[in-house]
């Protein structure tokens, strides 16, 4: 089965998590998803002696179903993050350039209305305020007075077109702010899912090797199956560090 098709069956269970028992993965989200398809392998053979001790074959066969649905959610919240990240970068590229645009607009307009005190006051109005959101209305309000009172731009030998270009340019800065400050596409609602499915995964994770350490805790052999190959080596790469301070 796909990785969607796991999110979508699972999807209900995993939302149903409460917030106060999600937890955050504490080892890298690939490895873990990789533990938790090891151990669905390892745990198959030894399918017969974990029943009696109350892990089932559902249960067993459940796990790659999970990782799949904590990978899918992953790949979203990775989408979601980096589609801010990306629109936050192109903002801090294009918003200088949007300001001197505007900016130029703005000259262009005083000087055209120059002798006409009651667009001039309406060119003033446009220019009060501050902050990025004004400046995009800013953009709009332009295009609309120019439009209005073509024939002092024209005068001038303004170029009529830079007004369309205004006025799209303020819808295009408007939707890219929006994603740059996560209005459209909110990281943390997709991380939090993407931690609940960690939760949902590592749950069963969890039950299944504490029964494989109880059932082969006389079996070496057997037993490394049902402990995390991640958090061995961490704990021997800080004894060895221990060691080399001492």
Partial sequence: MANIDDYNDLLANIQAIPDEETTEPTLPVDVALQEAENLHHWSLDDAAALEVVGITAD?????PVRAGACREAQSIWN???RSQQEAQKQWAEQVPEAYAFRDDLLASMRFAYRKDEALLSRVSAITEGNGHADMIQDLNDIAVL??????PLTAIGFDLDQ????????????????EANGDKADPNESKLIRDKAYTHMKSLVDEIREAGKYVFRNNKNRLKGYSSEYWRKQNRKKADDVEVTD
Avoid: C, S
């Fill in 163 to 178: 007004l369309d270009v205004a006025a799209t340019r303020a819808d295009e800065l408007a939707d890219l702010l929006a």
């Fill in 79 to 81: 989408k979601d993050y």
């Fill in 146 to 151: 120019g439009r209005e009172n073509t024939d």
């Fill in 59 to 63: 249960m067993i066969n459940a796990l």
